[in-house]
């Protein structure tokens, strides 16, 4: 559905962007995680043609780019942005912004009321937009692009600012909008809230993708605990660790339990707890472990 191919970006000479490719389809949930400054916003303004890249391009379904204006209308038909909140309009109320973004996307303001119902924005909806919280602007933002309702949308910090239950409420509506097939991006420094819907999250570094984890597909489980730099080197001095187990950020260590037998698997549990302070965990390793090893490892 969406295919970006060798993009690359730089502003003066420094490059934020070398040489990315990706292929999304619809159906698709994808987080897209980096540290601040690293080239997500880039990402999605390079993929709503707001900047032209310095080489690469972007296909729509197999043959549509942006080369003509004519094929840009006619992408954009399908792809919407999430809202700056500086972009709303302070004299306007919550309903005119949600039939403005109905009005030009879908052609229709008939579904706005059940989103209006659903992120439950009845109480202040038809108020001025300047009298709204950070949060009630923020749902709103999220709204307009329901509205929008197109078959791409790229979420760049959509949960900034918003409560747990707003977060909780947003992403179930995520994954409502999964099933009926949509391709979502979704930028975002929330990442254990990822893992409940996306379907991958990319990581990027130095202008490219450095992993590409995948949720749904079963991954290895790990035994993982906390453990000090000085109780890891203690641990690695007096038993024969596998090759591929992870230490984490100088604080989580995390083993491996594929290939082992169950013996094997509980000794090394036994092992562990020795060590153990708070908790021990079995699991697949998540977005926030993934993280910490590409972007607070130090080598
Ligand atoms: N118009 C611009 N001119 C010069 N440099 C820019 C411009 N826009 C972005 N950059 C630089 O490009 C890099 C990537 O910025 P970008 O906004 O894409 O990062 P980001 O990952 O979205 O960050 P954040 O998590 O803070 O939103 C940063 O170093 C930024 O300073």
């Known amino acids: 559905m969406l295919k970006l191919k060798n993009i690359t970006v730089a502003y003066k000479d420094k490059k934020v962007l070398d040489e990315l490719s990706f292929y999304a389809e619809k159906g698709e ?38 080369t003509t204006e004519k094929a840009e209308l006619s992408i954009r038909k399908h792809l919407s942005t999430f809202p700056d909140q500086s972009d709303l309009f302070n004299e306007l109320s919550g309903v ?42 923020q749902r709103l933002c999220f709204a307009m692009m329901v509205a929008a309702d197109t078959s791409i949308m790229l979420m760049d910090e959509v949960m900034n600012g918003l409560d747990v239950s707003n977060v909780e409420l947003i992403s179930q509506r995520l994954l409502q909008m999964k099933k009926e097939q949509k391709l979502i ?93 708070k908790e021990i965990t079995i699991g697949p390793l998540g977005t926030v472990e993934h993280y910490e090893k590409y972007y607070l490892d130090k080598e």
């Not at 992120?119 to 937009?129: A, H, I, T």
């Not at 995948?214 to 000085?230: A, N, T, V």
């Open 29 to 66: 949930i994808i987080g897209v995680v980096a540290p601040n400054g690293t080239g997500k916003t880039t990402l999605f303004h390079v993929m709503a043609n707001f900047i032209k890249p310095k080489s690469g391009e972007v296909i729509f379904n197999g043959k549509h780019k942006y």
């Open 96 to 137: 005119d912004h949600l039939k403005l973004y109905g009005n030009m996307w879908k052609g229709s303001t008939k579904h706005i009321q059940e989103i209006i119902d659903y992120l439950q924005m009845n109480d202040y909806v038809k108020r001025k937009v300047g009298t709204y919280s950070l949060g009630m602007r």
């Open 185 to 277: 991006f979704v930028a975002s420094h929330l990442l254990e809230n990822l893992d409940l819907y996306a379907d991958r999250v990319i990581f990027l570094k130095d202008g490219t993708i450095i992993h590409e984890q995948r949720l749904h597909e079963k991954s290895g489980l790990y035994i993982k605990i906390e453990l000090k730099p000085e109780q890891y080197k203690t641990l690695k001095h007096k038993e024969n660790l596998p090759k591929e187990h992870v230490y984490i950020a100088d604080h989580l260590f995390c083993m491996p339990l594929d290939h082992l037998s169950y013996t094997e698997q509980t000794n090394w549990l036994q092992t562990l707890l020795y060590y153990m302070d």
